[in-house]
């Protein structure tokens, strides 16, 4: 199937409009590009379900608080169109930033209260680059449904209570999130790892399996399971914590864990910054 490559609002608008006068129902995978199997994994969902998948591809400025972060993420336009060629992507929409951004912003989409811990805490305006652009890409492609990763799980809820609180008329689809065979989750910036690197990365995700376990064992203050990530974490001295939490749906901090709490966690290793986070059970909670 031959995958168009579109770069003009004005060009994507009139797909979308020939789709819907055709009765086709249309999914939507935003996405930085440097396409891996995370992705991989959002596009085959929102493939088998919607008869149009359109991919956008767009590393936005707005949303990166560093300008070397912004100008060293990959950018690989060939080998994604052929990544999505080959799962049968529809469209991708990859639009110039003059494209998205003729002039600066005079209008933010904003969610401070999700936004203020964790990522947020430390990537000055980042969340607000990222809802900004997405409801932009929601207005210009008016998805069914949009697919995201939980290994984004701040994005992902604040997303989630944007489409609410602005009545946006898109589906959110959450997607778990891939892991290589040593459980490092699938991102962009793993390839920045030096062999070095990546041999310590998956320490970030075998922490997070101790605090889950250490839950799983009946273990309910924050403070306990943290410890017990944190032990894991100081065993790779390449290692610099970011933060380590326990947050609930809302993304807030608690003290006392109960049902529904994620272990949230960002490192750096050397210059690259690695995020991930696990869903907590209670000891007592059914399993799947
Ligand atoms: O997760 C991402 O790749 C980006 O933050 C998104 C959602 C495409 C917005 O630029």
Known sequence: MKTELVTTI???????AAARRQGRSVACVPTMGALHAGHGALIDRARATFDVVVVTLFVNPIQFDRKDDYEQYARRLDADREYCAARNVDFIFAPSAGEMYPEPLATFVDVPDLAR??????????FRGVATVVAKLFNIVQPDAAYF???DAQQLAIIQRMVRDLNFSVEIVPVATVREPDGLALS????????EQRRMAPALFRALTEGQRSVAGGERQAANVKAAVLKVLEGEPGIRVEYVEIVD???QPV?????GVRLVAAVWIGSTRLIDNLLCRLADEATD
């Open 10 to 16: 004005a060009a994507m608008r009139e797909h979308i």
């Open 149 to 151: 990763g939980e290994k």
């Open 255 to 259: 003290d006392a864990i109960s049902a």
């Open 188 to 195: 962009s910036r793993n390839q920045r790892l030096s062999p």
């Open 249 to 251: 749906a809302g993304m």
């Open 117 to 126: 811990h964790l990522c947020g805490a430390f990537r000055p305006g980042h």
